[in-house]
């Protein structure tokens, strides 16, 4: 008999740990995926700051390192028409930075990308078959929705409010991950865009536990046993830990990154839509302090990015991380640094030693 008090995600995805690895573009290793796979998680790939060719690269390494059942994840936004006047006046924002680093601040810059799935990201999905396949920003369309599913993936997707988990279960999905505002990385709210309304994972994962049939998964400050056992208190049938496996040697971030979770405490990120356009949680740093941290003149996600690339690279160049989305969570102060096989593992334990002991009581 399983240890866990509820084991619908664990004979869903057939996976003997019900912890998810969050996918995290930029920062994810096909290593960190393979390390939390055959730990008896489940690892997940993210897409989003990929190409065909990269995904295929990296689905080659972990296919080749693990038969575990693994998760790739896709944003599934829609690219906005470019808009001249809107890029103009954040440009003119930023320009005294520009200034200040020496640099022109009319100098070209990349399109600052996150890449929604397509047609193309499904062949990669149709010739690699992943076991799980996640969406970010709600789902694509009812066209690739029905290619994915026809791969035999599961098909799991986060909701921020409870009117978004049911807009999910609606169209079929398999589980929803219920995503609360302590999350690092971008929201992944579609229906709403109001930020001041979003909900805390304390009270998000029971009320969509309530308001769907599916199983839920949570995210969002999750950082030790403790929270496993609370979220399976709620109601969940299991977790999606992020900010904890950016302290891992897997992680691949920048050390300015590395050296700004280390200092993380309870109250030092925010929501920011200044390096993307979209809301995320990240450590507070300079660009969001002085420009946003929402501001209305960044412009539509994902465009909003490019114009800071120069302006990081400079930074970190120097060891500074004043212009780099430093993404974390609420809870990175209760990350252990440990390789992601040992997090995983140890996590489980805690949690079905804490759960123990309270049946106990
Ligand atoms: C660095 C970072 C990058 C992220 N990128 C993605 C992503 O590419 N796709 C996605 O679905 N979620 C992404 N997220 C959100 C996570 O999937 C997850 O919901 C979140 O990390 C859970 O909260 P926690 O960070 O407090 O554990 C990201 C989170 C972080 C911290």
Redesign the pocket.
């Known amino acids: 008999m399983s240890q866990w008090p509820d084991t619908r995600i664990l004979d869903l995805f057939c996976i003997d740990l019900p912890i998810l690895q969050?996918?995290?573009?930029?920062?994810t290793s096909p290593e960190m995926v393979i390390a939390v796979s055959e730990a008896g998680g489940l690892g997940s790939l993210?897409s989003?700051q990929y190409n065909v060719e990269q995904l295929r690269i990296a689905l080659d390494t972990i296919r080749a390192a693990t038969k575990k059942p693994v998760n790739v994840?896709f944003?599934s936004h829609t690219m906005p028409e470019i808009d001249p006047g809107r890029q103009t006046a954040w440009r003119t924002r930023l320009a005294p930075y520009y200034i200040e680093a020496g640099l022109d601040p009319a100098m070209s810059v990349p399109a600052g990308g996150r890449a929604p799935f397509d047609s193309f990201f499904c062949e990669v999905v149709e010739a690699y078959r992943p076991e799980v396949v996640?969406f970010?920003f709600g789902l694509p369309d009812v066209e690739l929705v029905r290619r994915v599913r026809a791969t035999g993936a599961k098909i799991i997707s986060?909701a921020t409010t409870v009117a978004e988990a049911r807009w999910l279960a609606d169209r079929g999905v398999d589980a929803i991950?219920a995503?609360g505002f302590?999350?690092?990385?971008?929201r992944?709210n579609f229906l709403t865009q109001d930020m001041a309304t979003q909900v805390g994972t304390m009270a998000l994962v029971p009320q969509i536990v309530d308001a769907v049939k599916i199983p839920v998964i949570a995210?969002?400050?999750?950082g030790d046993g403790r929270g496993i056992a609370a979220a399976f208190a709620l109601g969940a049938s299991a977790v999606?830990?992020?900010?904890?496996y950016?302290f891992t040697p897997e992680a691949n971030i920048p050390p300015v990154h590395r050296a700004a979770l280390e200092h993380a405490g309870d109250d030092t990120t925010a929501l920011t839509n200044v390096f993307t356009g979209r809301p995320a949680r990240g450590v507070m740093n300079r660009i969001m302090r002085e420009v946003g941290p929402l501001t209305d003149l960044a412009p539509a996600f994902p465009t909003a990015g490019g114009a800071l690339a120069p302006l990081r690279a400079e930074a970190e160049a120097i060891g500074s991380g004043d212009f780099t989305n430093l993404?974390?969570?609420?809870?990175a102060k209760l990350a252990q640094p440990l390789p992601s096989s040992e997090l995983t593992i140890g996590l489980a334990n805690e949690a079905i030693a804490l759960m123990k002991r309270l049946a106990r009581r």
């Open positions: 969050a996918p995290m573009a930029g920062a993210p989003a994840n944003f996640s970010h986060s991950i995503m302590e999350a690092g990385g971008h992944g995210a969002g400050g999750i999606q830990i992020g900010t904890s950016l993404w974390s969570g609420q809870a």
